[in-house]
Nanobody
Framework: QVQLVESGGCWVQPGGSLRLSCAAS????????VEWYRQAPGKEREWVAS???????DYADSVKGRFTISRDNAKNTVYLQMNSLKTEDAAVYYC???????WGQGTLVTVSS
């Protein structure tokens, strides 16, 4: 059974940093593209960042220059380093394996003073 488990979400003040993790089981991440999404209360789920099997990355304009997606294939884990967090970054963050399409359960990030 393929499972993705996100972790690392918590409360942080504006300007702070967090690193989210997405650990996979039942699937080898190495050959897959993986994406991070987020969903704030009352809003649509939005794409945040992607990383390919070749480690090419792409980011939404709203997080470009502040967030970094990376992967550790030995640990079968993808990370999202989030710096200079803003209140508008608060959301539930989800990771997604692109093929087969599998979503994690999400991890909550709260940004407030």
């Amino acid at each position: 059974q393929v499972q993705l488990v996100e972790s690392g979400g918590c409360w942080v003040q504006p300007g702070g940093s967090l690193r989210l993790s997405c650990a996979a089981s039942g699937i080898i991440f190495r050959g897959n593209s993986v994406e991070w999404y987020r969903q704030a209360p009352g809003k649509e789920r939005e794409w945040v960042a992607s990383i390919t099997s070749g480690r090419s990355t792409d980011y939404a304009d709203s997080v470009k220059g502040r967030f970094t997606i990376s992967r550790d294939n030995a640990k079968n884990t993808v990370y999202l380093q989030m710096n200079s967090l803003k209140t508008e970054d608060a959301a539930v963050y989800y990771c997604k394996n692109t093929y087969p399409e599998v979503w994690g359960q999400g991890t909550l990030v709260t940004v407030s003073s």
